[in-house]
T-cell receptor
Framework: DAGITQSPRHKVTETGTPVTLRCHQT?????MYWYRQDPGHGLRLIHY???????DKGEVSDGYSVSRSKTEDFLLTLESATSSQTSVYFC???????????FGPGTRLTVT | QQQVKQSPQSLIVQKGGISIINCAYE??????FPWYQQFPGKGPALLIA?????SEKKEGRFTISFNKSAKQFSLHIMDSQPGDSATYFC???????????FGAGTQVVVTP
């Protein structure tokens, strides 16, 4: 447990609606990540952040945006959810000294 | 295109046996190779990791073998136990940003 919480843990939403997922950490780490997990693909990086207001795209960033206004919070937004964004979303932090990445409990998102 | 290829997709092993999961990569710039264990409904948990300057790393019943020339690395679970039944992911990263490329995962079932 690296002090990471994600909210909500489960969400069902309709196509076309905006959705925001929240990741909160208590250990003040600089690097935070959003991944999505789909069968047959493992986990794929959506966006990451290397500090407050500093973010960059990962390999599957289309349709997603992020924001980080405080060190402890990293938000993932689906501006207009599509069925292809049905997935389990994981947030992660990097413990700099150890170069080890730790994951939160995940959010299961279903877009109908 | 998956940069880290993992096999097999699934594995059944008897209690006390050895589980072996293999991963191959193409990008020679990768310099950090972690393995994650994931139980249903949970986030991936870091199990063990290796860097290319060593060929083997052991932690308890878990061993990573690394073959730099073949661009392959593997996880060996010795004396497999039913509690080891989980999905295992290999991963690799290439830079200080910590962005991980994951394999597709291997579901391991240990029978009593």
């Amino acid at each position: 447990d690296a002090g990471i919480t994600q909210s909500p843990r489960h969400k069902v939403t309709e196509t076309g609606t905006p959705v925001t997922l929240r990741c909160h950490q208590t250990e003040n780490h600089r690097y935070m990540y959003w991944y999505r997990q789909d069968p047959g693909h493992g986990l794929r990086l959506i966006h990451y952040s290397y500090g407050v207001k500093d973010t960059d795209k990962g390999e599957v960033s289309d349709g997603y945006s992020v924001s980080r206004s405080k060190t402890e919070d990293f938000l993932l937004t689906l501006e207009s959810a599509t069925s292809s964004q049905t997935s389990v979303y994981f947030c992660a932090i990097l413990r700099d000294r150890e170069y080890e990445q730790y994951f939160g409990p995940g959010t299961r998102l279903t877009v109908t | 295109q998956q940069q880290v290829k993992q096999s097999p997709q699934s594995l059944i092993v008897q209690k006390g046996g050895i589980s072996i999961i293999n991963c191959a990569y193409e990008n020679t710039a990768f310099d950090y190779f972690p393995w994650y264990q994931q139980f249903p409904g949970k986030g991936p948990a870091l199990l063990i990791a290796i860097r290319p300057d060593v060929s083997e790393k052991k932690e308890g019943r878990f061993t990573i073998s690394f073959n730099k020339s073949a661009k392959q690395f593997s996880l060996h679970i010795m004396d497999s136990q039913p509690g080891d039944s989980a999905t295992y992911f290999c991963a690799a990263s290439t830079d200080s940003w910590g962005k991980l490329q994951f394999g597709a995962g291997t579901q391991v079932v240990v029978t009593p």
